[in-house]
T-cell receptor
Framework: RKEVEQDPGPFNVPEGATVAFNCTYSNSASQSFFWYRQDCRKEPKLLMSVYSSGNEDGRFTAQLNRASQYISLLIRDSKLSDSATYLCAVNDGSNYQLIWGAGTKLIIKP | DVKVTQSSRYLVKRTGEKVFLECVQDMDHENMFWYRQDPGLGLRLIYFSYDVKMKEKGDIPEGYSVSREKKERFSLILESASTNQTSMYLC???????????FGPGTRLTVL
């Protein structure tokens, strides 16, 4: 079975710290990769796509390592409002589906 | 901005009732998806559709059916609701293959 794995956490991090998550995937044919943020009892919302060259959006940096088959998300200068569950999603490689990780829970403490 | 709407935020039904969950997207997306999300189990795909009148089973289709008569609308049907179908139901859409998915706000269904 094609899998996407994440550390469930929770990651308890002080405000202002840097935190990083990884997400491993098993299908080497996967072509698109995403990070989503999900607040409690809300829908997942796209945080950023992950490109081969890596990409950055403000305090957030996403990277792809095809050789080791993982994607990463780095959050710098973390804010209380960053507290959420972060889901990674990886294209199945053969059809329309995204394969979802179970999510990593992040708690930012004052 | 992409907008995906779902017909109800909260729904309470009785065992054995037929339940319709509706989803509408306004961005002419090709693909639409129905998931359920339960604590500890993550997002699980029930059905998806890549074109009008086309549907494909996901990982957990048992007890569900779907309908896509128009491109913008994708309905999930519980033919005879059971208590183990109590869950958060999320609809999503994507423009094409390999694209990101955008979610509706979800329907929290309770079956008594």
């Amino acid at each position: 079975r094609k899998e996407v794995e994440q550390d469930p956490g929770p990651f308890n991090v002080p405000e202002g710290a840097t935190v990083a998550f990884n997400c491993t995937y098993s299908n080497s044919a996967s072509q698109s990769f995403f990070w989503y943020r999900q607040d409690c009892r809300k829908e997942p919302k796209l945080l950023m796509s992950v490109y081969s060259s890596g990409n950055e959006d403000g305090r957030f940096t996403a990277q792809l390592n095809r050789a080791s088959q993982y994607i990463s998300l780095l959050i710098r200068d973390s804010k209380l409002s960053d507290s959420a569950t972060y889901l990674c999603a990886v294209n199945d490689g053969s059809n329309y589906q995204l394969i979802w990780g179970a999510g990593t829970k992040l708690i930012i403490k004052p | 901005d992409v907008k995906v709407t779902q017909s109800s935020r909260y729904l309470v039904k009785r065992t054995g009732e037929k339940v319709f969950l509706e989803c509408v997207q306004d961005m002419d997306h090709e693909n639409m998806f129905w998931y359920r999300q339960d604590p500890g189990l993550g997002l699980r795909l029930i059905y998806f559709s890549y074109d009008v009148k086309m549907k494909e089973k996901g990982d957990i289709p048992e007890g569900y059916s779907v309908s896509r008569e128009k491109k913008e609308r994708f309905s999930l049907i519980l033919e005879s609701a059971s208590t183990n179908q109590t869950s958060m139901y999320l609809c999503a859409s994507s423009l094409h293959d390999y694209n990101e998915q955008f979610f509706g706000p979800g329907t929290r269904l309770t079956v008594l």
